[in-house]
């Protein structure tokens, strides 16, 4: 199933200038682990899809929320400098959101 | 006000965004302790801080401010303003402060007033980095000292050292440059004894009005209890509610992870948290844990000009033209580096209904859409310069042969004359880096006068 379709909500927000974080939100707990044990869910496979090295990308599980919270590195700029391409950082998490799990 | 509770109201997620005004008497029929808002953010991007600008419009603010100021004196319950204007420099703060005081005089309020400027000398900043003490914050790179010295406006992130001296000072009002989201409302809370790690964790969920509710909304308000084992958040408006998960999802809310919430004085670790619904619209919250640091850090912020902005907007229909998109783009380019003389300029393509959102992330960018909107921008040394740049690629976008074009009358549906826009200055984020400081609130000055009709 597309992680997109699986979770309530899917969002991407800056954390702070040079940081994207994207939050997953699911219905149940399992999903949680469901998605954490997916192949296309590593931290080497969202790597490749963002263009980045595989210790940029953070993975945390929130249970308390049944979440999962994947924080990114901006890429080569800043939010809001002369290349941004989304000030807010609001609209990052496809192609993420279209993997199977 | 019993000692075993606090109690506060956070009317709206940043001033000049709006709340119902209903919300106000039943939040001090409530009875309060003091109301807070956070009035910017460093999100809306490096061009407010630079420009001294207010990041939301002067009459939104006032149509916001004024019924917190009277019913806040007249009840005599202490009313906390951080991060001024949007970005909390100097001018940010001048702005506000008149604003308040014309407001007093329109209203005939009196009241004791401290100002806390959160301004930090570039010179204070240049010695860390020889020091070696300034590190760079969340992803920042290494910040030269030609970029610290080019920044207009440097600003601290105050903790709540400064404003609990304002408070334990007499103030009424008090308005705060540049703050932690937190410190506004985690000030009062601590100073009163109560557990930091609830505190600061209670304050992150108020800060932004309603976003923690369901439906989640940014002009609307929120009432937060603390107890001394746990805190209570419920959304004063009757058709939002707080779920357990609406308000776990928010304690994840713009932060790089909920084992580390940054505050000068520590850091709050959110994963040993409950969530359990307290009532149909209310939620009960425990388990922050606040680890003190053992050096209190200030985290700076500046940022430097990069240019001036052009820019052009147009809506392309043909499908070779889409189809031969960077064709096109390449011959344009070419023929700009010939015309426009030296490269003191950038310019770049946006395609929406491409990757205009993306960029070469886009894994959808080799689709065929019907339509494309094309933004072309051009970042120049002046905006004069950036003017004629963006005149030039307008012009050569239209006219641009490619092979089996068909159009040959022109390429693109601008939908305005002039199609050509000025956008102004342009940042970029410089500073984003943690000073080490002896003591959290030695570096924030601030002042008190007596405001009086």
């Known amino acids: 199933m597309r992680l997109y379709d699986l979770a309530t909500v899917m969002r991407s927000k800056n954390a702070g200038p040079y940081l994207i974080t994207i939050d997953m939100l699911f219905q149940h707990s399992s999903y949680v682990d469901r998605v954490l044990a997916s192949a296309d869910f590593t931290s080497c496979a969202i790597a490749q899809l963002y263009d980045l090295e595989e210790h940029d990308v953070q993975i945390h599980a929130y249970r308390p929320a049944s979440a999962i919270k994947v924080t990114l590195p901006r890429g080569h700029t800043s939010a809001g400098s002369a290349s941004d391409r989304d000030i807010y950082g609001a609209q990052q998490y496809f192609p993420l959101a279209d993997q199977d799990v | 006000m019993s000692e075993d509770r606090i109690r506060y109201l956070s009317p709206c997620g940043l001033l000049g ?218 959304p004063l408006s009757k058709d939002r509610r707080c779920t357990p998960q609406s308000v776990a999802a928010h304690s994840l809310y713009e932060q790089a992870t909920p084992a580390a919430l940054h505050e000068p004085e520590g850091v709050v670790d959110l994963r040993s948290c409950t969530f359990k619904q307290e009532s149909s619209r209310c939620v009960s919250v425990t388990g922050a844990q606040f680890i003190p640091a053992k050096q209190p850090t200030i985290k700076v912020e500046g940022s430097i000009l990069e240019g001036y902005r052009a820019i052009c907007v147009g809506g392309i229909r043909d499908p070779l033209t889409i189809r031969n998109l960077d064709t096109i783009e390449a011959k344009v380019r070419t023929a700009i580096g010939r015309s426009a003389g030296q490269k003191d300029f950038s310019i770049r393509f946006l395609y929406y209904g491409r990757d205009g959102v993306m960029g070469d992330l886009e894994p959808l960018r080799r689709n065929q859409p019907h339509e494309v909107g094309v933004v072309i921008d051009v970042v120049a040394e002046s905006q004069q310069r950036a003017n004629s740049v963006i005149s030039l690629a307008r012009s050569t976008l239209l006219h641009q042969h490619f092979p089996g074009r068909k159009s040959t009358a022109g390429n693109v549906a601008f939908p305005f004359s002039p199609s050509d826009l000025e956008g102004g200055p342009v940042y970029r984020f410089a500073l984003y880096h943690l000073l080490e400081v002896e003591n959290a609130s030695s570096l924030f000055v601030a002042e008190h006068r007596e405001v009086d009709a």
């Open chain 2, 17 to 234: 965004y709006g709340y119902p005004i209903s919300n106000l008497k039943t939040a001090f029929d409530a009875g309060l302790d003091f109301v807070g808002v956070d009035a910017g953010s460093v999100d809306p991007g490096p061009y407010y801080l630079a420009e001294g600008a207010n990041f939301v419009g002067i009459s939104q603010v006032k149509r916001d401010l004024e019924p917190l100021l009277i019913e806040c004196v007249n009840a005599q319950v202490p009313l906390i303003i951080g991060t001024a204007g949007g970005a909390g420099a100097r001018p940010h703060v001048e702005t506000l402060v008149n604003l308040t005081e014309q407001i007093a005089k329109e209203r005939r309020l009196r009241f004791h007033l401290a100002v806390i400027w959160a301004d930090i000398d570039a010179g204070v900043v240049l010695d860390q980095l020889r020091a070696g003490t300034l590190s760079p914050c969340g992803g920042a790179g290494s910040a030269t000292s030609e970029e610290i010295t080019s920044c207009k406006h440097i600003v601290g992130q105050m903790g709540i050292g400064p404003i609990t001296e304002a408070l334990v000072a007499g103030a009424d009002v008090v308005i705060a440059g540049r703050c932690c989201d937190t410190a506004v409302f985690a000030a009062l809370p601590i100073a009163r004894g109560f557990d930091p790690g609830l505190a600061f964790h209670a304050a992150k969920i108020a800060e932004c009005g309603t976003l923690c509710a369901v439906p989640g909304g940014a002009n609307d308000s929120l009432l937060c209890t603390i107890y001394s084992d746990h805190f209570e958040v419920i």
